[in-house]
């Protein structure tokens, strides 16, 4: 009996130390890539689009009208047009109903004061200045100027804001 005794002890030893022998944990690895680049990283913010009521003939104006903020470590050079068009394909701000447009050629951006700057009523860019990297800001005016020949009516329109580096 007691060498049965030891026998099975002497298992159940080897029992424990395989067990503990074998990896309690099987795993593999994972690989990472990153390419870290560097650029401008500009956004928009406090919009006001609201132009009102205005009569044929006059201009309005919205004062800081949206703020551009650039954090990223470039320059950021910033374009403007109407990516809304009638079916006549005049850019601008239009009337859904009729489809009249007030041309993108009535609307000016002010970039920090220095001046309105035009936008165009054909699906192309307009140079509206650029935003200094490190946090710098560019807060731009609206500006329509309603042609006296305008129809009564409502319009929207929407610009595209386009950023790139500098």
Known sequence: MNTIKKILIALAV????????????????????????????????AVNGAFGDVLRGTSKEITDSFTLTNNGDWNASVDAKFSTFNATNVYGM??????????????SLDPDDTGAIALKAINEDTGIGTVTKGGGTMTCDAILDVPSSQSAEAYSGTILLTFSNA
């Open 94 to 107: 239009v009337n859904a109903t009729s489809g009249i447009a007030i041309p993108g050629t009535a609307f």
């Open 14 to 45: 080897m029992m424990v130390a395989v067990t503990m022998a074998a990896p309690a944990v099987i795993g593999d690895e994972a690989a990472y890539t990153v390419t870290v680049l560097t650029g401008q990283d500009t956004s928009i913010g």
